[in-house]
Nanobody, 127 residues
Framework: QVQLVESGGGLVQAGGSLRLSCEDSGRTFRMNAMGWFRQVAGKERAFVAA????????TYADSVKGRFTISRDRAKNTVSLQMNSLKPEDTAVYYC????????????????????WGQGTQVTVSS
């Protein structure tokens, strides 16, 4: 029953904004780093952003720095990705993920560091 559930995807015009949310429905990962990844059909899943367990440390892929912001609300048990100035190349399925180990940020940009994944939400940016 432990699940990560994404919401907020959709269709937006280039230059617009979307806010993705991921809920830890089982309240299992409060002490784990959380990440966002994205994937286009036929390509490898790519790192987007990550945040540590306490929410005071974040990191971003170069392609989204200055445009995307990751945050977490420990009271609501959610992690969000605010996406501004969206570009057509941001089009992908976006996944939230929980780090395998509590209280660590090790390997945060790699798929292998994350052991729990949501089902994904589609983001489409029109030109």
């Amino acid at each position: 029953q432990v699940q990560l559930v994404e919401s907020g995807g959709g269709l937006v015009q280039a230059g617009g904004s979307l806010r993705l949310s991921c809920e830890d429905s089982g309240r299992t990962f409060r002490m784990n780093a959380m990440g966002w990844f994205r994937q286009v059909a036929g390509k490898e899943r790519a790192f987007v952003a990550a945040i540590n367990w306490s929410g005071d440390t974040t990191t971003y892929a170069d392609s989204v720095k200055g445009r995307f912001t990751i945050s977490r609300d420990r009271a609501k048990n959610t992690v969000s990705l605010q996406m501004n100035s969206l570009k057509p190349e941001d089009t992908a399925v976006y996944y939230c993920a929980a780090h395998r180990t509590p209280y660590t940020f090790a390997g945060l940009t790699t798929n292998q560091a994350y052991g729990y994944w949501g089902q994904g939400t589609q983001v489409t940016v029109s030109s």
